[in-house]
């Protein structure tokens, strides 16, 4: 009998996520800006400055730029606009920058209003008032990539690959629909405060009609790093390490440090590590390095390579893991930070990757904090693997390919991605 694992599974599958996701957000839960790194760099120049411009001149490098149609436009809204109540000054400011980033067909270059700058800082801290979802894009329409461990959305039903049609909460007075609405809109309109309800009008693969879903915002805390020990049939007192990560966020690297010092404080009875980054959708690079830094002694972890050259970045006080039989679990919601360090270890190492492709996040975002408190999310670089492969737009694909089917309500699920990494990785015993 193969030393196999059956257990209930509350991860959902990635299904068909057809184009790129500007961020991957928890609403109210926690969102990340997929593969960015800080920089704490502020503009010199206020956007109150522009409220009190007497000279519209463009600076000598932009002669050649008619601001003047800019110019012309706002004055004819300010003089000829019905209602004379909805011109303000700060959100046509804040929505021409929005237009200005957005003319670059990137989806992952955003300006940040100042409140959804400090929704983005607010989510890498893990603890939010929502309903614990990741939300992205499916066919150009809002969807749910998946739903937070037993977080509200998940208790009230929600799916992952539920499309998103409407969100309405009649405390704040909203009723919208999602089509051309931006994941920041629709992050800030499916947060609220403690205990409030939100409506979403799901769509959903294999129902006729779509159907109201209601749930009540809660606090939500997100453990990054998940360790469970695994009995291994048929080897009395053998275990295989499940190691989880949700996140590359802030409070990973101690929540990592303490799962390694567990591990290795019963390295005797470990038989191997399944490395398990599904549905993890990335965030800072300094924690893809310090994590891959366990399983590598030395070398590159992976290069940058922007406009002005590139970069690389070399596994750091690492190691402790070496030795260690790994085998990592990835699918379509693993992007980013996540496919930098399975592309680094299975290209150093040889680890072999179980599961279903991955998302394919391959671009670097610097965060820019602009003064009065707006963001600037640029993309500056692409990652490179150690091998040479970038990620960008082609995610990596699986060694070993194993769909997750999902089973019949009422039906208890078996985990075959994670059954067959415990295969592998015992067989590496």
Request: net charge negative.
């Amino acid at each position: 009998m193969s030393p196999l694992i059956s257990r209930p599974l509350t991860l959902q599958k990635i299904r068909r996520i057809a184009i790129g996701i500007s961020l991957l957000l928890l609403c109210g839960g926690i969102g990340y800006y997929l593969g960015f790194r800080r920089a704490a760099k502020e503009f010199s120049v206020s956007p109150m400055t522009i409220f009190d411009v007497v000279n519209r001149d463009v600076p000598p490098e932009h002669r050649a730029i008619n601001f003047s149609l800019f110019w012309q436009v706002w004055d004819e809204l300010e003089q000829s606009y019905l209602d004379p109540t909805k011109i303000n000054a700060e959100k046509m400011v804040y929505g021409a920058i929005s237009g200005m980033t957005s003319a670059l067909g990137d989806p992952y270059t955003v300006f940040l209003s100042p409140q959804d700058n400090q929704q983005t800082k607010e989510n890498l801290a893990g603890a939010f008032f929502g309903i614990g979802i990741q939300i992205g894009y499916r066919d150009h329409q809002l969807a749910v990539i998946a739903p937070i461990k037993s977080a509200p959305a998940q208790e009230a039903g929600i799916q992952s690959g539920d499309f998103i049609l409407r969100i309405t909460d009649s405390g704040k007075g909203i009723d919208r629909e999602t089509q051309a609405m931006t994941l920041n809109e629709a992050v800030s309109l499916i947060r609220g405060d403690l205990g409030t309800n939100v409506v979403l009008r799901i769509a959903r693969d294999g129902t006729d009609e779509p159907f109201d879903v209601t749930v009540q915002r809660k606090e939500i805390l997100i453990p990054s790093v998940e360790l469970t020990f695994l009995a291994v049939e048929d080897r009395e007192g053998r275990f295989v390490a499940h190691l989880r990560l949700t996140q590359f966020g802030e409070r990973t690297k101690a929540e990592w440090d303490e799962a390694v010092t567990t591990i290795l404080s019963r390295r005797a009875e470990v038989d191997g590590i399944v490395f398990d980054v599904r549905d993890n959708p990335g965030g800072f690079l300094s924690g893809a390095i310090q994590l891959a830094s366990d399983f590598l002694k030395n070398g590159t972890v992976v290069m940058q390579q922007g406009r002005q050259g590139s970069q690389t970045y070399n596994a750091e006080n690492g190691g402790r893991l070496v030795g260690i039989p790994v085998v990592m679990l990835v699918n379509g919601g693993s992007a980013s930070a996540s496919e930098i360090v399975a592309g680094a270890l299975r290209d150093r190492l040889g680890v072999t990757l179980v599961g279903e492709k991955t998302f394919g996040k391959g671009t670097v975002q610097e965060a820019k904090d602009l003064t009065g408190g707006a963001g600037l999310h640029v993309t500056t670089s692409k990652w490179i693997l150690p091998s040479g492969q970038e990620i960008a737009d082609t995610g990596l694909a699986p060694d070993v390919e194993v769909a997750q089917v999902e089973e019949p309500e009422g039906e208890e699920s078996v985990d075959e991605q994670l059954n067959k990494a415990i295969e592998l990785v015992i067989s590496d015993k």
